[in-house]
DNA sequence: CTTGACTTTAAACCTTACTATAAGGTTTAA
DNA sequence: TTAAACCTTATAGTAAGGTTTAAAGTCAAG
């Protein structure tokens, strides 16, 4: 198995060489080895265990729960059922969020439909609303 | 008119003591005056301009863009067409986070759906898609 | 053998919106 | 009078996910 140094693994994945330590020191990512001078050395499983990590984060994981999948991934006597619940939370909490962003979207929606564009902020409606006193 | 000292205005509001003083740093909110021992002193228009302040935070502006309106707010000579074009650029911006949350989700069911819950990770799909060479 | 590219480490810095702390001064109620 | 509650300032910490810097060591090529 040929081994790389950190730039080269980080050029491969278009990831910064520090992005690599600090994963390193979130245990995310350990190199296969170091050099006598200290210098880390990657493997090829490196590179497709950082492919995961950008994947699962692409899919809103935090790398807190990136870790959590990949412990469960790294252990093959774990369950398939623990990996399904951690995605099902995911979800939802996906799904709150985009909620909250609806709701807001919608709330500035109706201020930006009522205001004409035209005249000085004494007559914005949106300006007028968020001065409003009643909720 | 009545003055009120920081704690007085922060419980009426539901804010920290902190929070107003942070605010003061960002300049958004001034008080009054002070007193000869240095106390600051609100008016009535502050509260204002605090429910003022939250209102837009809750519709999903940042501070930095809640010190915006406000100097439009503040300037009666300023153009409703401005305040229009902030609201229209938080719109969008709202909204592309949403499509990303939206994707998000999608992929994230895509998965799940294909996980039976049994087994061991060996045989689970969202590992496996997580781990796919291809993108 | 020297140059330049690369690596090492720890630590500070970035954003946002606070929150907490320390060390001290002021005001209020009993 | 005195304790509690309040106020002042500046500074630092929180989450998240890194980026940047500094000072030093290492490696390959010419």
Redesign the pocket.
């Known amino acids: 198995m040929q081994t790389m140094?950190?730039?080269?693994l980080?050029r491969d994945i278009g990831?910064?060489?520090?992005?690599l330590?600090?994963?390193e020191r979130l245990g995310l990512l350990t190199?296969a080895e170091?050099?006598?001078?200290?210098?880390?050395k990657y493997g090829e499983a490196a590179a497709r265990r950082l492919r995961f990590i950008r994947r699962a984060?692409a899919l809103g994981?935090?790398?807190?729960e990136v870790a959590e999948l990949l412990k469960l991934s790294d252990n093959p006597r774990a369950s398939a059922r623990q990996v399904k619940k951690t995605t099902q939370a995911k979800i939802a909490d996906i799904e709150q969020r985009i909620e909250a962003l609806v709701r807001m979207k919608q709330g500035l929606a109706t201020l930006e439909a009522q205001c004409s564009g035209h005249g000085h902020t004494g007559e914005c409606p949106i300006l007028a609303a968020l001065n409003q006193e009643d909720e």
Chains 1, 2 share one sequence.
């Not at 140094?5 to 080269?8: D, E, F, Q, R």
């Open positions: 140094t950190i730039g080269k980080a990831i910064g060489a520090g992005t330590r600090y994963y190199p170091r050099t006598a001078s200290g210098y880390r984060q994981f935090t790398l807190e």
